[in-house]
Structures are given as structure tokens and as C-alpha cells.
């Protein structure tokens, strides 16, 4: 076998084995399947009777929004785990065994990826309960769930990268989640940005999480043409502008990552 297929081998392994984890630990799953679902019943039966969305029910407008917030919850079980396996020396023991290095990381967020298709599954049931509807083609349907994993993917990089600089898992929850809400709630998840004042609409409109929530928005079909339309570009070619920040993630925090963790097995 040549070095990328050894690489690719050794990955998957060490995905099996992150996700055996998971299977024994299932309040990490549980963590970022419960959180979404209250937040889609306290959203779709409190706030959605105050929220006027033109020409759609507010079901229809948050749930894309709840899948973008529940990928970007799920990245930060990347860091996490990071930082546990880091403090009780299991990157020690990698290093001793005849594995690619890569394999740590490129395990840690492909395991990831199979964590968000099960709460992705989770949070398409609950949708459809509460009244959510896809009225898209099923490939533009398909196409906005691979969106949604594409971005869990390279968010998770990004966890993965503030794990690795941080080190210690108290101080990775507290920037996490500093960083995870206003991402979320900043943007066009549960209101149009197009409400939002002046200084705080420009940061929406521009916001990543918006771009993706958008694109999936109209992969889905949850559209309407009663809505404001936004001038700014990441909204008006979400589809492309989503594409464009996941890829730019990947290629600016998958080095990153990598070189962070080669320095802590070093030590």
C-alpha cells in the first residue's frame, strides 16, 4: 500500500473507533439531538406565534435554521473529544503505533459526520411533526442535506483547530459556545436579517451560517416571494456562497489543525 492509502486506512479505523465511542457514550449524541428539539418546540409553539413570516408558516422559515444550528452544536463534539483524548495521553499512545498522523483528525471529523447524519435525521422527523414541508425536487432535496454535512464537515475543523490551541476542555466549551451562539443567532436562523439595524444586518447578511441557512432554504423550498430580498451577494448566490465558505474553511483550518497537533504530540 502506498502512504495515501495507508493514510486513508488508518482513518477510517480511527473513525470506527470514535464512533464505538459514541455508540457507549450516547449522551454525546443525545446532547446535540435534545438541545435542537427544544429549541424547534420552544421556537415553532412560543415565538412562532409572534413571528410574521410572509407568505409561509414560521415552521417552514426555522427549520432550516435549527439544522444549521444543530450541525454547528455537533462540530463542537470534535474539539471536546480532542481535548479529552489530549489530556488522558491517547495521542501519546497514537504516536507509538505504526499509523499515519493524519489519521487522528481526519477519524475525529469523519466520525463527526456520521454524528450529524443521525441528528439530521432526528431533526427532519421532528420538523415534519411540527409541520415543516419539503416542497423542492428530491435531488435539490439531497443536495441541501449533502450542504449541510459539507459544512458540519469543515465547521468541525474549526473546533478541532480551538481544541487543539486551547488544551483543556473548560475553557474549549466556554469559547465554543461564545463563538457558536452568535454565529447562529447573529444571522437569518430564526428572523429575516433584513429586521435587523443597519451595523447588525451587514454582519448577518455576511455571516457564513446565514449563506448555508439560506441555501437551504431554497433547496428545500422554503421560500416565498413575499420576503424582503437582500441585496448582499453571499444571500442573493447562497448556494455558491455556501460552497465558498466551507471550501475556505477547509483549506485554512485543515493545515492549521494539523500542524497544532503535530506540536502537542511532539511535547
Known amino acids: 500500500m502506498n502512504t495515501l492509502e495507508i493514510a486513508i486506512a488508518d482513518g477510517l479505523t480511527v473513525t470506527k473507533r470514535n464512533a464505538l465511542k459514541i455508540k457507549r457514550a450516547p449522551d454525546l449524541l ?25 407568505g409561509m408558516s414560521y415552521q417552514e422559515y426555522m427549520i432550516p435554521g435549527i439544522f444549521v444550528q444543530t450541525v454547528v452544536m455537533s462540530a463542537q463534539v470534535t474539539g471536546y473529544t480532542l481535548v479529552l483524548d489530549l489530556q488522558k495521553g491517547i495521542f501519546d499512545r497514537f504516536r507509538t503505533l505504526p499509523m499515519a498522523p493524519s489519521a487522528v483528525l481526519t477519524g475525529q471529523t ?7 447524519v443521525s441528528s439530521i435525521i432526528a431533526m427532519t422527523v421532528m420538523g415534519l411533526i411540527v409541520g415543516w414541508r419539503i416542497h423542492s425536487a428530491p435531488h435539490e432535496a439531497v443536495l441541501g442535506f449533502l450542504l449541510l454535512l459539507l459544512f458540519a464537515y469543515a465547521f468541525s475543523w474549526v473546533t478541532a483547530t480551538v481544541a487543539l490551541a486551547l488544551r483543556t476542555p473548560e475553557v474549549f466549551n466556554n469559547i465554543a459556545t461564545v463563538v457558536s451562539m452568535p454565529l447562529v443567532f447573529l444571522s ?13 444586518r451587514a454582519v448577518a447578511e455576511w455571516n457564513p451560517v446565514s449563506a448555508i441557512i439560506q441555501a437551504t432554504r431554497e433547496l428545500f423550498g422554503n421560500t416565498s416571494p413575499a420576503l424582503p430580498v437582500s441585496g448582499a451577494w453571499p444571500l442573493q448566490h447562497a448556494v455558491t456562497a455556501s460552497l465558498l465558505w466551507s471550501g475556505l474553511l477547509l483549506v485554512v483550518f485543515v493545515p492549521l489543525a494539523t500542524r497544532l497537533y503535530k506540536r502537542a504530540v511532539s511535547r
Open 110 to 116: 469523519l466520525s463527526d459526520v456520521l454524528m450529524n
Open 30 to 54: 443525545g446532547g446535540v439531538i435534545i438541545l435542537p428539539i427544544v429549541f424547534v418546540l420552544l421556537f415553532a409553539y412560543v415565538f412562532g406565534s409572534m413571528i410574521d413570516v410572509p
Open 188 to 200: 437569518n436562523a430564526f428572523v429575516d436579517s433584513a429586521r435587523l439595524p443597519g451595523p447588525l
